[in-house]
Structure formats: structure tokens, C-alpha cells
């Protein structure tokens, strides 16, 4: 991509007080992979500055749709939307692109967790996780506001200026589940008695790299994906490996 480029698209206009400015923060966005087509679309909706900040989620892939995400995860598409519903962020129509590969590893845990401690159990855990999440990202987003975007606009920094800060607060956010799952598996472990059986049998955690998943052998954890059918005659093949696992 090129300045003509640019001007073609009405994102530059070499004419305006700001043109170098905006020039610089074409060029940075270029440089970290935003597509002209995605800077079009996120200078529509006044968040041109921040797109290079969504590019972990731009990058992501094909959309699934729940239906999709159903079927790979070995369960049904009812299920699945009683599942979702319980997380509190509205329902979605069955067809409707959402979701993302990784996503397919939370229904997946969710499926197996139903099976282990019961439909009623795993709803009520997942209300309440979904419920501390909704805080979480609240007081994220507000820290991000007071300590970001707050200082930049009072700075008169410039976009370039505003993309670089917003992009390394994306960067830090990022490791947020990270830092979550170290501390639900530390609080599972000072709450458990110990052994490491009981802390293995936890809820698994949401993550597509959870401990709990790790016990399992990679084929075992395969297999939820590769089979669209549930099997009647017991428990799935995944959760077999798990209880057989020393």
C-alpha cells in the first residue's frame, strides 16, 4: 500500500494540517498487518487509531457459527445454546457467524463438565465465572480509559502516538487468561485436599491449553472433534481417557 492507495480510499488527504501525522499512522498499521479493507471499515466507525489493537481477533479465521462450534465440540446444538445463554451475553441464532476455532475448546470443557458434575452444577458454575468475568472486563476497560485514553486525549498525542499506546495496552490484556488461570488453579489447590487427583477433577478450565485438558492424551483430546455424534452407550471417549488417566 502506497499514499495513492490511501487517498483512493479517503483515508488520506495529503492536503490536511494533520496529513503527516495521519501518513505515520497509515503506515504503522500497514506495518502490523491491518488490511486497507479493515482500516476502511474501522475509520468508519471513528476507531481507525485503535484497529491495530483488534488484531489478534481479526486474525482469527473464519466466523463459526454456533451450529458449527456445536458439532465439533460432540454435543447438541440445544445444549450448546443453554450453555451460552448461561454466560450472559444474549442468545445467538444457530446459523450466525460468533464464534471462533478457539472457542470450540470451551464447549468442549463446558460438554464435559455437564457429564462429570451434572447439566444443573455446570450452569451454575458457568453463571457465576461468567458473572465475575462481566466485572473483570469492566474494570479493565476502565482502567484502560483512566490510564490510556484519558492522558493521550489531554496530551494531544497524536494518532500514531494513540495507536502505539493503545496496541501495547492490547498486548498486555492479552495475557489476562493467563493470569486467570494461575490464579484458579492456585485457589482450586489451596481449597482441595491436596491430592492430585482431586485438583485434576476440578472444572476444566475454559482455556484450549487447561491443565486438566493437558492430563489427557492428545489423541483423547482429539477425539470430541473428530466424531459429530455422541455415542449412547456412555461416556465420551475424551472423558474416558481423562478417568483413566494415573
Not at 488520506?12 to 494540517?17: G, K, Q, S, T, W
Amino acid at each position: 500500500m502506497d499514499t495513492a492507495d490511501y487517498q483512493r480510499a479517503g483515508l488520506y488527504d495529503p492536503d490536511a494540517e494533520n496529513a503527516a501525522d495521519r501518513l505515520a499512522l497509515l503506515e504503522f498499521l500497514a506495518a502490523n498487518g491491518v488490511t486497507l479493507e479493515q482500516m476502511i471499515d474501522a475509520d468508519a466507525h471513528g476507531t481507525l487509531a485503535g484497529v491495530a489493537s483488534n488484531q489478534n481477533m481479526l486474525m482469527q479465521g473464519k466466523l463459526l457459527s454456533l451450529r458449527e462450534v456445536a458439532a465439533r465440540a460432540d454435543m447438541t446444538l440445544e445444549d450448546a445454546d443453554e450453555g451460552w445463554r448461561a454466560v450472559g451475553l444474549g442468545a445467538v441464532a444457530p446459523d450466525e457467524p460468533r464464534f471462533v476455532e478457539g472457542d470450540i475448546a470451551t464447549f468442549v470443557n463446558y460438554r464435559l463438565a455437564c457429564e462429570v458434575f451434572g447439566r444443573e452444577a455446570t450452569l451454575q458454575f458457568t453463571r457465576v465465572t461468567a458473572s465475575s468475568m462481566a466485572r473483570l472486563a469492566e474494570a479493565g476497560m476502565a482502567s484502560f480509559v483512566s490510564e490510556l485514553e484519558r492522558p493521550l486525549s489531554e496530551a494531544q498525542a497524536t494518532e500514531v502516538e494513540i495507536a502505539r499506546t493503545m496496541q501495547a495496552g492490547s498486548l498486555i490484556a492479552a495475557g489476562v487468561p493467563t493470569v486467570l488461570e494461575t490464579f484458579y488453579w492456585h485457589h482450586g489447590r489451596r481449597r482441595s485436599s491436596g491430592s492430585r487427583s482431586h485438583v485434576r477433577a476440578l472444572p476444566a478450565s475454559t482455556a484450549s491449553g487447561s491443565r486438566w485438558a493437558s492430563s489427557t492424551s492428545s489423541a483423547s483430546r482429539r477425539s470430541p472433534f473428530s466424531s459429530p455424534t455422541r455415542s449412547s452407550a456412555g461416556p465420551s471417549p475424551t472423558l474416558k481417557a481423562a478417568h483413566s488417566t494415573p
